[in-house]
């Protein structure tokens, strides 16, 4: 069974500063991996997906990159803002169309 | 691009009520996904829910508990029956598509208390 993990659980940086979150997966046999915000108490809004054919996805402020054999994805984001804090989230389907969430990274970005 | 409006957003309710939960998209999908996030964790998977079929339910889900009803390709609803304390948690429903060709897209989520 696909396991996703997300390091670290919690990071604090102040405003302006380029940060990396982390996704790590067990089988590397994934159809794609989409990564998701989700604000306090509220639902799921998606970022970026990559499909396992490709290395990486850009949408303005942030970068998605995936390493399929080595089961890793990472989440750039570059100049940050107090409204980028949230949990963030990656999740992986796989060749079955089975969607595996990881356990979230919850960001502060301090003004 | 699918569009998700979820109701309720949030409630609060007494132990041995139910509530129902209803999703409605913008357009025609095959399937809608139910998920459960309890508070702190990651977002689990209760059911997949077709139009005209039984929804299949993942392993600690029991459709007594979460009824789902599926009467046609763009709503569904999701009743938490007999509600407990450890109910509580944020319930969202999902489909395949969406913005993001190939991705998810999620409502807005309810976020229910049981009291």
């Known amino acids: 069974k696909q396991e996703v993990t997300q390091i670290p659980a919690a990071l604090s940086v102040p405003e302006g500063e380029n940060l990396v979150l982390n996704c790590s997966f067990t089988?590397?046999?994934?159809?794609?991996l989409q990564w998701f915000r989700q604000d306090p108490g509220k639902g799921l809004t998606s970022l970026l997906l990559?499909?396992?054919?490709?290395r990486e996805q850009t949408s303005g402020r942030l970068n998605a990159s995936l390493d399929k054999s080595s089961g890793r994805s990472t989440l750039y984001i570059a100049a940050s803002q107090p409204g980028d804090s949230a949990t963030y989230l990656c999740?992986?389907?796989?060749?079955?169309?089975?969607?595996?969430f990881g356990t979230g990274t919850s960001l502060t970005v301090i003004p | 691009s699918a569009v998700i409006s979820q109701k309720p957003s949030r409630d609060i309710c007494q132990r041995g009520t139910s509530l129902t939960i209803q999703c409605q998209v913008d357009?025609?999908?095959?399937?809608m996904f139910w998920y459960r996030q309890q508070p702190g964790q990651s977002l689990t998977l209760i059911a997949t829910?077709?139009?005209?079929?039984?929804?299949?339910?993942e392993s600690g889900f029991v459709i007594d508990k979460f009824p789902i009803s599926r009467p046609n390709l763009t709503f569904s609803t999701l009743t938490v029956s007999n509600m407990s304390p450890e109910d509580s948690s944020i319930y969202l429903c999902?489909?395949?598509?969406?913005?993001?060709?190939?991705?998810?897209?999620f409502g807005s989520g309810t976020r229910l208390t049981v009291v």
């Open positions: 999902s489909v395949e598509g969406g913005q993001i060709l190939g991705g998810y897209t």
């Open positions: 089988d590397s046999a994934i159809y794609n």
């Open positions: 990559i499909q396992s054919s490709q």
């Open positions: 999740a992986v389907k796989d060749t079955g169309n089975q969607f595996y």
């Open positions: 357009s025609q999908v095959t399937m």
């Open positions: 829910a077709n139009q005209g079929s039984e929804a299949t339910y």
